[in-house]
């Protein structure tokens, strides 16, 4: 039957181990409410010395900006390495006539692949998801089973019990894949009012802790995992190049976390251009954040990390300001090793969907729900500025890297937005209503400068994102549309789409923030975790949706739970939940 039994499971986290981080969060807000606080004054004061506060954090970010400019060129000429095909050399040649065949690897350009190579790791993909569409997850799941080592996978269907039908979902795709992966297995997640916060953090942090369960302590560091979205689409290049790496790292390969980039492939021509756009820089600021010289960043959505490395440190935390599970969970590996823990990037971007709701509107405020649970990761900020000045890592050059990486996703943008915004604003309107005030031109002129130059580093990261785009679309997910449309009104409709930035700037950065920052000013915690919508009408789900899924999967009929046994067992991380595999889920 591939039964689970539940062994005894590790101890459940504890609310009351959080961290106490108010002293922490409350020197960001001060420094936010600060900047805007100069903003304000400065027209009033006849010494103009408080602007060079925000000329101070322009010049850092202008520094910053030209670090992101460099890392983003970087990343898209070894991605083009990894991904486009290209002639084989003499001793390349030479090894195919022997059996070989080209593939991504780590390192500059392609390595030799046998045919008959098994991964060296045993690869578990970890699906959290709750109320999401079935042709969602069957789109995700047929994309992994069209990688060429599927059979040797297995698949964690981490379901949250509150979700009506979460067992009979699970059992209808267990029935439906059942022979395509190695195993694929499903929890049941019950939330823990006391301990843990409802969102993709509990729900992996009980699935990863049943699983681990089941296996022994000396065989975990064998085990990769991969955390993903539900609506992920992973290419087979991620593994590859994720199995080169590693193999690359020797034994220290189970020490440190992976993670690739974003792209939003699936349905841009199904949303708002002031929507896609957003996501268009979001994605790219996040892709040159992850190819840093410095082993230190942050996995955005989707990511890597044996389970010996998740167990030692504890697994994921679950308590409000952990709501960025992502980033938290590199931060938090990085402090419990002491350091030691790297980020390696993986140059196959993982394609994604587009929040998409029913018309423009909903679409937008739905994107607007997202990016205010985004900046709640502000948290993790202040929670790295923790762990350096408490000791838990040592002071050195990396470990200011990441409380400055933190500041770069968080915090220095976001004075500097509103130097950038604010200032002018108020002048000009000052000017306009004939108010009598100071102006300052020198430091005006500064902040001006450094953002004009900002904004051109801005420019090139687009580029170069939109370079991405192209190589990936045609060599990586085989889409047949093009990234940009070929005629002239196309691109010029497609350039002038970025203009809405600076709408979304405001919406989706700058208030998002602000609303985040007075929570923390007022110390209150939010606690309610939103599903983004995303609808399924998508050009990358329906290349990758194999002929097997029928047209209306949506409404197919539930397979009963009575086909096969259930492992019923205790309590994980404050959860009941159960580790199943139906008769058949498991291969022979």
Known sequence: MGEFHQAQLPAPSDMSAEPRLYIYKQFIVV??????????????????????FLAFFTSINLFNGLGQAARMVSAVLKM????????????????????????????????????????????????????EDLAVLSATLDRLASHRHASHYTILLAMEEKEAYAEQKAAQLQEQYCLRFKAILFTLHSLDPVNEMPGKASNVNAAVRQFAATVPPSDRARYLLTIMDADALVPPAYVTQLEATTAGLGSS????????????????????????????????????????????????????????????????????????????????????????????PIFAPINMGHVNADGFFASCVARYTQAERHMRGIADTAYAMREVVSGSVPLNWRSLA???????????????????????????????????????????AVIDTMGRCNLVLMVTVLICHEVARVICRRHLYGLRGPAIPCTPHGVVVHVASYLWLFIGVWFYTVLPMLVVIVKHALNIRSTNYIVAEKKVTTEAITHHHHHHMTSDATSAPVLPVSMGALAHGGANSGSAGSLAALGGARRK
């Open 31 to 52: 420094l936010v409410l600060g900047a805007l606080g100069v903003v304000v004054a400065s027209p009033f004061t006849p010494n103009g010395s408080i602007l060079w």
């Open 253 to 344: 390969a189970a020490d440190n976390v992976y993670a690739a980039p974003v792209l939003f492939e699936q349905n841009g021509a199904a949303v708002p251009s002031l929507v896609r756009v957003t996501d268009y820089t979001w994605g790219a600021l996040a892709m040159q954040n992850l190819n840093n010289w410095t082993g230190v960043g942050f996995p955005i959505s989707n990511y890597s990390l044996s389970l010996a490395l998740a167990a030692s440190i504890d697994f994921w935390d679950t308590w409000p300001d952990a709501i960025g599970e992502d980033m938290h969970m590199f931060i938090k590996a990085y402090a419990k090793t002491r350091g030691a823990a790297r980020l390696y």
């Open 402 to 444: 990441l409380v400055f990486g933190c500041w770069e996703a968080h915090l220095v943008s976001t004075v500097s937005l509103i130097a950038y915004i604010f200032l002018p604003l108020l002048y000009g309107a000052l000017g306009t209503l004939g108010v009598a005030y100071h102006d300052h031109p020198l430091q005006r």
């Open 80 to 131: 083009r390495a990894r991904i486009v095909p290209r002639a084989p050399g003499a001793a390349q040649l030479k090894a195919l006539q022997k059996g070989a065949s080209l593939g991504d690897a780590d390192g500059e350009g392609a390595c030799l692949l046998n045919v008959d190579d098994v991964p060296a790791w045993h690869h578990v993909f970890v699906i959290p998801n709750y109320k």
